[in-house]
């Protein structure tokens, strides 16, 4: 059953949706969807109840920190985002079909131009298994769609994403609609009423008791999305460093954290 939402009158299909249009609606706390991914049309989509993953609220089991700080899968950001939206299309035995499409690809792309949209990648060697992208604006970081082909592979990318924007002064992650998966992981639903005061908080810096929609002029000081990168290399050189050290009879004791370790540290607060 789908979940109770109110759908706006379909657009007429535009080759992209305008990129200023698409990030205010974001800021009124409404998204395009299709019926099907060859549907030319898309519609405008307002949830009843909003599913939100609080950034410090991330359900992670022992078993699964272990797998991310082994590094067993290779996670990057913003390296394939055309890749991640097409793996996102595809259909599968549990989706048979999605509602990216033609349209919604070639907006996104347009935005994650713009630095508005923005992917987590999950690899094993060099195949994409999994990942997720979505659009920031703001503090605010809205989940459009998640994808996983190997194991594990999208608890992964949300764990990371989780810890990008936690590093990245991001204060709000929109999951759009609840799924037992996202709820498995800490995700929580409420009004949409409830929801857009705290939109209003992350997108303009400020609270709004009816949760009247403004337009993007204004906008709050940005989560940055990058911030983690830099902290990401240097956890990386400091592991190939450790490495060296350890095969040259050297302590490693001292020595930087990998990425997965580093990633454990900024979800668990553990120094």
């Not at 009843?48 to 089991?61: E, F, V």
């Not at 709000?172 to 609609?177: A, E, N, R, S, T």
């Not at 911030?227 to 060296?244: I, K, V, Y």
Request: hydrophobic share 45%; with cysteine.
């Amino acid at each position: 059953m789908l979940p109770e939402m109110t759908q706006h009158p379909p657009l007429s299909p535009p080759e992209t949706i305008p990129p200023a249009l698409l990030l205010s609606a974001y800021a009124q706390g409404i998204f395009p969807m299709a019926d099907d991914e060859d549907d030319a049309a898309v519609y405008w989509v307002e949830p009843k109840m909003r599913a939100i993953l609080p950034l410090d609220a991330l359900h992670l089991s022992r078993k699964m920190r272990r797998k991310i700080a082994s590094d067993h899968f290779s996670v990057t950001s913003n390296r394939a985002f055309g890749a991640i939206m097409d793996l996102c299309a595809e259909s599968a035995t549990d989706r048979p079909t999605t509602w990216i499409n033609p349209v919604i690809h070639a907006s996104y792309r347009v935005l994650h131009a713009m630095g508005h949209a923005h992917s987590v990648e999950v690899w094993q060697g060099d195949t994409l298994v999994g990942g997720l992208y979505g659009v920031s604006l703001g503090r605010a970081f809205f989940g459009e769609s998640m994808v996983s082909r190997a194991n594990n592979a999208s608890k992964v990318a949300l764990a990371h994403l989780v810890a990008r924007l936690r590093f990245g002064g991001f204060t709000l992650l929109d999951c759009q609609f609840m799924t037992d998966h996202l709820q498995s992981m800490g995700a929580i639903e409420m009004p949409q009423s409830a929801y857009l005061n705290l939109l209003q908080s992350a997108v303009f810096g400020e609270e709004s008791a009816s949760g009247a929609a403004v337009g993007t002029a204004g906008v709050a000081a940005s989560g940055d999305w990058g911030a983690l990168d830099a902290a990401l290399a240097s956890a990386a050189a400091g592991a190939g460093a450790a490495a060296r050290a350890a095969g040259a009879g050297a302590s490693p004791l001292g020595t930087g954290r990998s990425p997965g370790q580093l990633i454990v540290q900024l979800l668990t607060n553990t120094s």
